[in-house]
């Protein structure tokens, strides 16, 4: 019998102890767990979200550089066909009628002789047809001109043109580029000069002294590239340029160009510079993605982008005296 009443005992104590063991977690105990949990992950989906950012941020300023980079290289390599270049291309600029508001800074001007292209129907046209058959009087020596010159020149302007915020344009400012051809591709068959166009190397119209044609000028303008810092005033914008050049404008330190006087004006500060030696260009470019970018997060600087630099020494020979 004893035996039996310690059996009862130890089962007893064996379903005590395997009702205790399924017991589960107190209300406390789920609280703290969930709060625990919600506070780990919580803190990886932050790391996750500002990795994302990070990178996100990382590609807008690598791509803004990469456009920066293309439009400095474009500007150097145009600028390069440069027969003459402007030290003060806002006289050039207050004559034309194609800036869309007149709130544009010019930064270069120049002329450059553009080629006729062989695969242009009009130029076809043109080659096919003797000038002393089409033409006459002053079209027949602009006609033989023309074929012996195979090209005629171009005036170019590069400027930068503060966004508004109610354009499509997202940066600070933009690039923009404007070009007066003496003939347009449909034009050029007939000879029929593009309207305040003149050329400039006639008796009176130089390139030093040149003043537009009769005419309204064409709204030949295109966007370079976007997203261009603007100036700092708490930096220097004066004083910017090595000796002898000319910066141009001369308030800028974000986008803005040294032209050397050798082709425009004796150099007041260089007596080796005389017209007629070799022109240096260099041109200075900063882009920025804006401040405000949600990208960017709270990073107040993160948007401005190193300043870069290109130097180009302009190909044009007209003016140029041997051995300089």
Known sequence: MANKADMNLMLAWLLRAKQTSRRGFTLIELLVAIVVGSLIVGT???????????????????????????????????????????????????????????????????????????????VRTFFNTAC????????????????????????????????????????????????????????????TIT????????????????????GTTPRNLSVLTDYVDNTDPNEATTGLCPTGYLQTPANANNFYACVRQGTTQVSTEDSSLTVGSNQTLIVFLRGNTAADNPALGAFSQAGRLPTLKSEVLIRGVIDKQPGL
């Open 44 to 122: 990886m989906l932050y790391l996750v979200v500002e990795m994302l950012r990070i990178n996100r941020r990382e590609e807008i300023l690598t791509q803004t550089q990469q456009d920066m980079r293309r439009a400095i290289d474009y500007i150097t390599r145009d600028a390069g066909e440069a027969v003459y270049i402007y030290s003060t291309p806002a006289a050039v600029l207050g004559q034309l009628n194609g800036f869309p508001n007149g709130g544009e800074v010019p930064v270069l001007a120049f002329w450059r002789l553009d080629p006729l292209d062989p695969t242009n129907a009009g």
């Open 132 to 191: 002393s058959a089409a033409f006459s009087g002053v079209k027949l020596n602009e006609c033989n001109t023309l074929r012996l010159r195979q090209g005629y020149y171009t005036l170019v302007i590069y400027a930068q043109q503060q966004n508004t915020g109610n354009d499509i344009w997202g940066g600070r400012s933009r690039i923009v580029r404007y070009e007066l051809p003496k003939y347009t591709a449909t034009g050029l068959s007939s000879l």
């Open 195 to 214: 309207p305040g166009y003149a050329e400039p190397t006639g008796s009176t119209n130089t390139f030093a002294t040149w003043t537009k044609g009769t």
